[in-house]
């Protein structure tokens, strides 16, 4: 379950929040117990961040940025399934790798998404997104000159500003889903001390490894 309470309908006042509830699981589900939206999502993105009406419409109004940007949709999309990955976020990753289907891309393509390094399937620009991509997330903004004049070299300025801004942006809701545990990040933490079986006694492992 999500870390924080989900809002039930009959306690949703503000009109923004009751469209998407009806657009995205219909109008007579309260979606905080019927769980499942129309694109086989749990869906308690949308019921958690119902908890703040002024947050869930300022996202919502970053979702609606799409149909002004002139950077090439399934650019956007490389960027953001990318991120999801980066950040190990299973719902943005996943939810983007659809959203890639969907405008075209190639199998090979979603599938190379983890190993693009070795993979001779992306163009000089995609790869150069990815590499961006990759700097934004795991390195912070600390992109190497060499990646951003291949982005110059393709792309204008407010394209590379559109791309910048939307794959942080997804950064952002990556983070916020595994740390809330929403939709597909709801899952217990990976890394956990392995236990000593019954019997086994706990010796200094150091002194063992260095033949003290």
């Known amino acids: 379950m999500p870390r924080l309470r989900q809002v039930p309908r009959a306690e949703v006042t503000d009109e923004k929040i009751l469209f998407f509830y009806d657009r995205l699981f219909g109008p007579d589900k309260d979606p905080a117990v019927d769980h499942g939206t129309i694109h086989a999502t749990p869906g308690d993105w949308w019921t958690v961040f119902a908890q703040s009406p002024d947050v869930f419409r300022h996202a919502v109004r970053g979702f609606s940025l799409y149909r002004n940007v002139t950077l090439d949709p399934l650019l956007r999309e490389l960027g953001q399934a990318r991120a999801g990955y980066a950040r190990g976020s299973q719902f943005v990753f996943s939810q983007h790798c659809k959203q890639m289907r969907s405008l075209g891309a190639p199998e090979e393509k979603i599938a190379a998404l983890p190993h693009w ?86 010796r200094d492992l150091s002194a063992d490894l260095s033949g003290e």
Do not use: N, W
């Open 117 to 202: 390094q070795v993979s001779d399937c992306f163009s000089a620009l995609e790869r150069a997104v990815l590499a961006y991509t990759d700097g934004l997330v795991y390195d912070g903004g600390r992109v190497p000159d060499e990646v951003f004049a291949v982005l110059k070299a393709h792309l204008t300025d407010p394209e590379i500003l559109q791309l910048t801004y939307i794959t942080t942006l997804y950064d952002m809701h990556a983070t916020m889903c595994r740390a809330l545990r929403l939709e597909f990040d709801d899952r217990p933490e990976l890394i956990a001390e392995v236990e000593i079986p019954a019997g086994v006694e706990v």
